[in-house]
């Protein structure tokens, strides 16, 4: 099998090309326009792969998508911006890229007839649950423009299948952490701040939740996807982490030997979802389960950081 694995030099997607590389025999070409959360180093390391292959390029670009896809048989599409604090600064970047560039992947994958293409989305298209968790059926409730990006990319990727009979499937996990995450988000900002001897900024209360999904866990589920996945099936992925901000900020002192005096609190973020939770017994019933607890995932993640200065240092540089 050949991928076309979108997002490919960027944080989930690079995670997922090392998965494939070295779990199975399959050839993968990586697309990837190489913004600021994208760069070549972060797949340095099988750069000399002879089943690796890349190509520099925007989702937006029709004619480039056409010619980079042609020989593919399956499309991981993974490209998208991400960021939500971003997306309040930059609303029109994100429905662009999300959007615009969903559909240009969609349509050229239909007119190359792809055996299937797999749509990677978030658990933050469902917006915020109080008690209980979503499953996929659940309305589409997002609460910024990043995830109303993602859900309107959702549904354009899922109308390729009614309209055209286009063979897709749609995955929605819970926050990612681990090696190769830019350290705007959280884990590795936090991490990275305190490396620096600086202080970890908290917004609000501290007491907003998120289940935290190791990042090797997820490519594994999405990978069994791939290759077992019903077509037209949305699946949920996550990992049963659920812990406030506050605990996770602590868990990340604890390892690193910092205390209360570096927690920052700073001016909660508008919109800012209060709690995410979903269920996963889609995707568990094809055989998959998280293979790390989270604190062994965060010790790992930890170290990683701590012996690559040389990968984070420079993109926290002004």
Not at 17 to 23: I, K, N, P, Y
Not at 167 to 188: A, H, L, M
Not at 221 to 247: F, Q, S, W
Request: charged share 25%; aromatic share 10%; proline share 4%.
């Amino acid at each position: 099998m050949k991928l076309f694995v979108t997002g490919g030099a960027g944080f989930i997607g690079s995670n997922y090309v090392r998965h494939v590389l070295g779990t199975t025999d399959d050839e993968v070409l990586v697309y990837d326009a190489l913004t600021y959360a994208g760069n070549t180093s972060t797949l340095q390391d099988v750069a000399d792969n002879p089943r690796y292959s890349f190509i520099k390029g925007d989702i937006t670009d029709r004619d480039a998508v056409v010619d980079a896809m042609k020989g593919c048989d399956t499309v991981v599409h993974f490209a998208a911006e991400s960021h939500v604090d971003r997306s309040i600064v930059d609303p029109d970047q994100f429905v662009h890229t999300n959007c615009l560039g969903t559909n240009v992947v969609m349509d050229v994958a239909r007119g190359h007839g792809v055996e299937r293409v797999i749509h990677i989305s978030t658990d933050e298209v469902y917006g915020s649950i109080a008690e209980g968790s979503f499953s996929e059926t659940d309305r589409l409730d997002p609460r910024s423009p990043y995830s109303a990006s993602k859900a309107g990319s959702d549904l354009i990727a899922l109308s390729y299948l009614s309209t055209y009979g286009l063979p897709v499937i749609v995955t929605r996990s819970s926050n990612n952490f681990g090696p190769w995450q830019y350290p705007e988000k959280v884990i590795p900002l936090f991490v990275t701040n305190l490396l620096e001897g600086q202080k970890v900024p908290l917004y609000g209360d501290g007491l907003n939740v998120r289940d935290w999904c190791y990042v090797a866990d997820n490519c594994a589920a999405v990978d069994l996807i791939v290759r077992k996945g019903t077509i037209g099936e949305i699946y949920n992925i996550g990992a049963g982490n659920e812990i406030p901000n506050r605990e996770l900020t602590n868990r990340i002192l604890a390892l690193m030997g910092g205390g209360e005096e570096m927690v920052q609190y700073v001016e909660d973020r508008l919109g800012h979802d209060r709690r995410y939770s979903i269920d996963t017994s889609k995707v568990e019933a094809l055989g998959w389960r998280p293979a790390r607890g989270l604190d062994e995932a965060l010790a790992e993640t930890v170290a990683w950081y701590r012996e690559n200065t040389w990968w984070w240092g420079p993109l926290k540089s002004p």
